[in-house]
């Protein structure tokens, strides 16, 4: 059921409309400003509001010496665990360089090294060391501060409530801001809305992460592909009764030399994969959880204390274990698992199209084949840049179209209590699945009841609602374990899945398509 749009109070015109103000959502901004568009980007939160911000891991590119594309691509396709888009991965992993070129030329500030060179380290599934970083965990602060300075218009506290459309495609945007309700007329939309960790009771995510570029895109008719996949990062910092946004600690942490042990001092990840400590995060969260199975526990710890000048290379990490009342020098640091990244995300092409004329989408919310079954670390700054810029680039080959959105309508949304939502999520797909516990949840699912939005956290939870009964009926479907997604009762990886799970929304109904065969590697 859809109803019109009543009240609303303000419009405008542009090019683009960017939704979300990370890597992948300002870098377009900028890239289409630069190519002569009018832009407007409509962010929830603040300038600071994102994911991007938080990011302590750096950027996987590929180094002068030492390192090779072909070398980023097979580690990327590793761990993506044979759903990867080799093309895609290709593609993106060739554009980092240049990307990073660029960056720097917005002023941002890499690490350097006694050498006068820019610093690499290893992070989990590397098989070198590629990854730099800025301010030592702070590499997404930097990122999300020289992106800032460039400049760009922005909608600061304002969500995007329906993308518009037409028989030609993207006609604008609908949203919610300090201004009232308003109408962005526009032929290209980019998605760059981040991730879904507010599904689960713990994440690494900022608190507007709901989902809501997946519920977005579905409602405008655009496919979205292997939600199946969240990665849980290993090591989040652990304190009782802790909800909401975690921090975490950053993979560098292990590559510098920290170890996992269990309550009895026993490593976590010994005999489970030859990286040991630095295996894909999917298996050391599987490793992890495995063994608080075991033991009873809600945690296990991360031993640091033998690093030198840890406050000095991980200050945020640091800072966030002091307020806890835990000093990594002389302390072992208590981690957990917890949702961190969506593997999945709308379907597009390496340069942000979805199959909507208009609609694009960058960063975590897409879905271009880089990741596969498990994203390996620090690939997402670096998708954000590549795909980004290419987004932006791509909103140029609409700007000539002229559209006008003609009576907007709103439909009723069906939505659980996030509350209620992110425990079922954390209880029954989480680290680990089962037929069982996904059964009780879509049940749960079913039985939501649609209703007129009244705010903003209406449409938010209704976004978690629909993503998570997208995410759940892929899940069930996938009878295997395979990356970040574990099914205790098919605890073995099958050849029959060798394909992705495609959804889309067709007359109200979430509808699982075929499986989809990529170019895998």
């Known amino acids: 059921m859809t109803g019109p749009v009543r009240g609303i109070a303000w419009e405008e015109h542009t090019d683009l409309v960017v939704i979300g103000g990370g890597v992948a959502g300002l870098t377009a901004a900028r890239t289409a400003a630069l190519c002569g568009l009018t832009v407007l980007t409509v962010s929830k939160g603040g300038p600071a509001d994102t994911a991007t911000q938080y990011a302590q891991g750096g950027i996987a590119v590929v180094a002068d010496a030492g390192d090779s594309i072909d070398s980023h691509v097979a580690d990327t396709c590793v761990a993506g665990a044979g759903l990867c888009d080799e093309a895609a991965v290709r593609s993106i992993v060739a554009g980092g360089r240049d990307a990073v070129t660029r960056l720097a030329g917005l002023g941002a500030v890499f690490d350097r090294g006694q050498d006068g060179d820019v610093s690499r380290t290893r992070e989990g599934g590397h098989s070198t060391r590629r990854i730099i970083h800025a301010g030592g965990d702070a590499t997404g602060a930097e990122v999300q501060r020289a992106l800032g300075a460039a400049g760009s218009s922005v909608l600061f506290g304002a969500a995007a409530l329906r993308v518009l459309?037409?028989?030609?495609?993207?006609?604008?945007?609908?949203?919610?801001?300090?201004?009232?309700?308003?109408?962005?007329?526009?032929?290209?939309?980019?998605?760059?809305?981040?991730?879904?960790?507010?599904?689960?009771?713990?994440?690494?995510?900022?608190?507007?992460?709901?989902?809501?570029?997946?519920?977005?895109?579905?409602?405008?008719?655009?496919?979205?592909?292997?939600?199946?996949?969240?990665?849980?990062?290993?090591?989040?910092?652990?304190?009782?009764?802790?909800?909401?946004?975690?921090?975490?600690?950053?993979?560098?942490?292990?590559?510098?030399?920290?170890?996992?042990?269990?309550?009895?001092?026993?490593?976590?990840?010994?005999?489970?994969?030859?990286?040991?400590?630095?295996?894909?995060?999917?298996?050391?969260?599987?490793?992890?959880?495995?063994?608080?199975?075991?033991?009873?526990?809600?945690?296990?710890?991360?031993?640091?204390?033998?690093?030198?000048?840890?406050?000095?290379?991980?200050?945020?990490?640091?800072?966030?274990?002091?307020?806890?009342?835990?000093d990594p020098r002389e302390q072992l640091i208590p981690v957990a698992p917890a949702a961190h990244y969506s593997c999945g995300g709308i379907v597009t092409d390496v340069s942000g199209r979805t199959t909507v004329p208009g609609l694009l989408a960058a960063g975590e919310v897409a879905r271009t084949g880089l990741h596969g079954a498990n994203r390996l670390a620090s690939n997402s700054l670096l998708e954000g840049l590549v795909v980004g810029e290419r987004a932006g680039t791509a909103a140029v080959e609409r700007s000539g179209l002229r559209v006008e959105v003609t009576d907007p309508d709103l439909p009723a949304l069906p939505r659980v209590p996030r509350d209620v939502l992110q425990q079922s999520m954390t209880d029954n797909a989480s680290v680990v699945r089962d037929r069982t516990g996904l059964s009780t949840l879509s049940a749960e699912l079913a039985v939501a009841v649609a209703a007129a939005p009244s705010d903003i956290t209406d449409f938010e939870d209704a976004a978690l609602t629909i993503t998570a009964t997208a995410l759940v009926l892929a899940a069930g479907a996938r009878t295997e374990s395979r990356g970040c997604h574990t099914r205790l009762d098919y605890p073995e990886m099958s050849a029959d899945w060798d394909r992705s799970t495609h959804i889309r929304l067709r007359d109200g109904e979430l509808e699982l398509l075929e499986p989809q065969l990529t170019g895998v590697c």
């Open 165 to 326: 459309t037409d028989a030609r495609g993207v006609t604008g945007v609908l949203v919610e801001s300090a201004r009232g309700l308003g109408v962005v007329h526009a032929p290209s939309v980019l998605l760059a809305t981040g991730g879904l960790g507010q599904l689960y009771a713990s994440s690494t995510n900022p608190e507007g992460s709901t989902a809501d570029g997946l519920a977005l895109a579905l409602d405008a008719g655009a496919t979205v592909a292997d939600l199946e996949f969240v990665q849980f990062h290993p090591t989040v910092l652990f304190t009782p009764g802790g909800r909401g946004r975690r921090p975490l600690i950053s993979e560098a942490v292990r590559g510098e030399g920290a170890i996992l042990v269990d309550a009895d001092g026993d490593s976590v990840t010994a005999g489970v994969h030859p990286l040991g400590d630095l295996a894909p995060r999917d298996v050391v969260s599987r490793a992890i959880a495995s063994r608080l199975r075991e033991q009873g526990r809600d945690h296990v710890y991360l031993d640091a204390r033998e690093l030198s000048g840890f406050a000095r290379r991980f200050p945020t990490v640091t800072a966030s274990c002091l307020a806890a009342g835990v």
